[in-house]
């Protein structure tokens, strides 16, 4: 902008520059389209502003906006959360940004190494993971409870939760098990309610619902 009002082309401002030559033009315009990526050096920025007759208050308020930006750490952070936006369903990628969105706006959670921007990505990644399950354990142990009619603060209901987080977690913990040990583990874990107990009639029914999430969670690529 500064070079079109100064009435310039870029072999005249190369020129001007002391760049002569056939890669000046080229020079000039790797500075104006940001092609440079350890930028111009302050100098060449200097001589640039200089051919086009503009002093440094030219360039304060591109400078104002660009240091208002996110650090170079936590734009690092941003792209690699986007890069793994695409691979992951709608829902849970949603979940994933959000918790990016919060942290990146928190001063003592500010990116500030590439490392810190790798674990920002992981992070995200996996508060992202546990809320979606959490979600869709609740969807599905409100489901088992209306077929039960067991109200959602009958003390039923909070053994029939509180069972089957630790089913979930089970089928989590032993994902890569074989599938004998997950049957054992399993089966151990009908012992739960008949040591408080309990009719093991509707935990079994739990047991065997959440199972089916979790596969259908493997299988969708968030468990």
């Known amino acids: 902008m500064l070079r079109e009002q100064a009435g310039l082309s870029q072999e005249a401002v190369a020129v001007l520059m002391g760049l002569a030559g056939p890669g000046g033009k080229s020079y000039v315009c790797w500075v104006e389209r940001g092609y440079l990526k350890s930028g111009p050096g302050f100098v060449r920025l200097l001589d640039f502003l200089r051919a086009c007759g503009c002093g440094i208050e030219s360039l304060l308020d591109v400078l104002d906006r660009y240091t208002a930006r996110d650090t170079v750490a936590e734009e690092q952070a941003s792209r690699g959360v986007l890069t793994a936006l695409d691979t992951l369903p709608p829902l849970f990628a949603r979940r994933v940004l959000y918790y990016h969105v919060g942290l990146s706006h928190k001063g003592g959670q500010r990116v500030r190494s590439g490392p810190a921007a790798a674990e920002r990505v992981r992070r995200a990644i996996a508060r992202g993971k546990s809320e979606s399950q959490q979600a869709r354990l609740q969807r599905e142990f409100n489901d088992v409870l209306n077929k039960l009619h067991v109200a959602w603060n009958d003390t039923r209901a909070i053994h029939l939760r509180s069972y089957g987080r630790l089913v979930f977690a089970t089928m989590r913990r032993l994902g890569k098990a074989?599938?004998?040990?997950?049957?054992?583990?399993?089966?151990?874990?009908?012992?739960?309610?008949?040591?408080?107990?309990?009719?093991?009639?509707?935990?079994?029914?739990?047991?065997?619902?959440v199972s089916e999430l979790f596969e259908k969670m493997v299988r969708a690529g968030v468990a």
């Open 178 to 209: 074989r599938s004998g040990w997950k049957r054992r583990a399993l089966e151990r874990l009908e012992e739960w309610p008949a040591k408080r107990g309990l009719d093991p009639a509707p935990f079994r029914r739990m047991r065997e619902a």
